[in-house]
């Protein structure tokens, strides 16, 4: 088990990760993307939000390197980042549902 002590660098990107969950409408776009990519066309149609509010969350997410994008044509398409990510947010998902 890792030793509990952690440094104040350590401590503060932590603390940034669970802000960044801690917003309903990063925790949806986290949830539609939790079976794939998708497009911010898809997200706006499965979230229910303008263009522009989906745009603004997922430049939080993208800088808090919670999801990756890449760029195809006039589309930009958006991913968890990573197994870590996808993860710890069914964690947490598990436990909302069975808390």
Do not use: C, W, Y
């Not at 079976?35 to 911010?40: I, L, R, S």
């Not at 390197?65 to 996808?86: C, E, N």
Request: hydrophobic share 40%; aromatic share 4%.
């Amino acid at each position: 088990m890792p030793d509990p002590v952690i440094n104040e660098d350590t401590a503060i990107q932590v603390a940034s990760l669970f802000e960044a969950l801690g917003d309903p409408t990063r925790v949806r776009i986290l949830a539609a993307l939790i079976d794939g990519e998708a497009n911010v066309g898809d997200l706006v149609k499965k979230i229910g939000l303008t263009k522009s509010a989906i745009s603004h969350q997922l430049r939080g997410l993208r800088e808090k390197r919670l999801i990756r994008s890449r760029k195809q044509g006039r589309h930009v398409f958006v991913a968890i980042d990573d197994d870590h990510v996808t993860e710890l947010f069914q964690r947490g998902l598990d436990h909302a549902l069975h808390g």
